[in-house]
T-cell receptor, first 112, second 114 residues
Framework: GEDVEQSLFLSVREGDSSVINCTYT??????LYWYKQEPGAGLQLLTY?????DMKQDQRLTVLLNKKDKHLSLRIADTQTGDSAIYFC????????????FGRGTSLIVHP | DTAVSQTPKYLVTQMGNDKSIKCEQN?????MYWYKQDSKKFLKIMFS???????INETVPNRFSPKSPDKAHLNLHINSLELGDSAVYFC?????????????FGPGTRLLVL
């Protein structure tokens, strides 16, 4: 079945760039998402990318997609303490029933 | 103007009890979902429901049942609660179109079974 994998933890210094990586197995994935979950809160969509795109940039966020390797990354420039959260990668395929598959989440810790 | 809301936010109860968690969305979406997030933050889809189809994750015990009085609500009823049901339960909704289908999540209900 489909699988989405992420590393569990990432620690960066404030002001540095963070890169969170994700791999997936479903070659029919159409949309790939990044969600952010702050402590005690629900998931919030950060950004998404369509599978025919290689890159998407939105302010401090850059999403890179390597469809051949089924690898997705999220780069956060100038990481701030407020970026500390869990980041979930998710994928879905269009057509049929839409049920996204989520990774286990990467805990980003930003220290001064 | 909350998009997806859940009640209660916290729920503490004894083993064996029956409880319900309510979810409402005011986004006009046609599909709603329930997720369970365990202590390790793993998100598991439990149900996906629109007015045409209920999709159940086969690993979900039949003690869990979704009930939808209308398109804007999908409540989760749990019978005979067990210790392992302790988790955070998230409701979500989306508009199912042929394009991108972003899910909007509620704030979660923290269930503790004693």
């Amino acid at each position: 079945g489909e699988d989405v994998e992420q590393s569990l933890f990432l620690s960066v210094r404030e002001g540095d760039s963070s890169v969170i990586n994700c791999t997936y197995t479903d070659s029919s994935s159409t949309y790939l998402y990044w969600y952010k979950q702050e402590p005690g809160a629900g998931l919030q969509l950060l950004t998404y990318i369509f599978s025919n795109m290689d890159m998407k940039q939105d302010q401090r966020l850059t999403v890179l997609l390597n469809k051949k390797d089924k690898h997705l990354s999220l780069r956060i420039a100038d990481t701030q303490t407020g970026d500390s959260a869990i980041y979930f990668c998710a994928e879905s395929a269009s057509g049929g029933s839409y049920i996204p598959t989520f990774g286990r989440g990467t805990s980003l810790i930003v220290h001064p | 103007d909350t998009a997806v809301s859940q009640t209660p936010k916290y729920l503490v109860t004894q083993m064996g009890n029956d409880k319900s968690i309510k979810c409402e969305q005011n986004l006009g979406h046609d599909t709603m979902y329930w997720y369970k997030q365990d202590s390790k933050k793993f998100l598991k889809i439990m149900f996906s429901y629109n007015n045409k189809e209920l999709i159940i994750n086969e690993t979900v015990p039949n003690r869990f049942s979704p009930k939808s009085p209308d398109k804007a609500h999908l409540n989760l009823h749990i019978n005979s609660l067990e210790l392992g049901d302790s988790a955070v339960y998230f409701c979500a909704s989306s508009h199912t179109t042929s394009g991108q289908e972003t899910q909007y999540f509620g704030p979660g209900t923290r269930l503790l079974v004693l």
